[in-house]
C-alpha cells in the first residue's frame, strides 16, 4: 500500500565480477525489488551505455577495482560532463582504503559503501541503500 513512497529507479550497476552481479541480482529478487538493472562490466560500458542515452540511470552503483577503467577513472569522467555529473553515485566496494575514500568524495560521490562479508549483512545494506534512493527526488 506504501508502495507510492517509493520510485522505481534505473540503477546502473557497474561491476566486473560476475559472481558480486549474480549475487546483487539476487538480493534484488529476495527484497522483491521491481528496480530496473543496467549491467555494465567496466567502465568503458558504463560510459558507453551513458553515451547511448537510451536509459539515464537514476542512479550509478559503482565498483572501484575494475580493469580497463578503473571506479575512480569512470567517476572523474561522470562528473566532469554535464550531462552526467547530477547523477548519483554511491561507491560500492570492498576497498576501505582511506586514500580512495576522500578521493572520492573530493571528485562528488553521493555515498561511499563497504561491502559486507556475510550475505545476510549484504542483503540488508542493499534493501536500505534502495529504499533511501527511492524515497529521495532524484532529476
Not at 23 to 35: A, D, E, T, W
Not at 112 to 117: C, G, M, R, V
Request: charged share 25%; with cysteine; hydrophobic share 45%.
Amino acid at each position: 500500500k506504501n508502495q507510492s513512497m517509493f520510485k522505481l529507479l534505473n540503477i546502473l550497476f557497474v561491476e566486473d565480477d560476475a559472481i558480486e552481479v549474480m549475487m546483487f541480482v539476487r538480493v534484488l529478487q529476495k527484497i522483491g525489488s521491481n528496480h530496473r538493472l543496467i549491467e555494465a562490466s567496466n567502465g568503458e560500458e558504463a560510459l558507453a551505455i551513458l553515451k547511448a542515452k537510451e536509459i539515464i540511470p537514476d542512479i550509478i552503483l559503482l565498483d572501484l577495482n575494475m580493469p580497463k577503467l578503473n571506479g575512480i577513472e569512470f567517476l572523474k569522467i561522470v562528473k566532469s560532463n554535464e550531462a552526467t555529473r547530477h547523477i548519483p553515485v554511491i561507491i560500492f566496494t570492498t576497498s576501505n582504503n582511506h586514500r580512495d575514500i576522500a578521493s572520492c568524495y573530493k571528485i562528488g560521490i553521493s555515498g561511499y559503501i563497504i561491502k559486507p562479508l556475510k550475505y545476510e549483512d549484504y542483503l540488508v545494506l542493499v534493501q536500505k541503500t534502495l529504499e533511501y534512493w527511492s524515497s529521495n527526488e532524484l532529476l
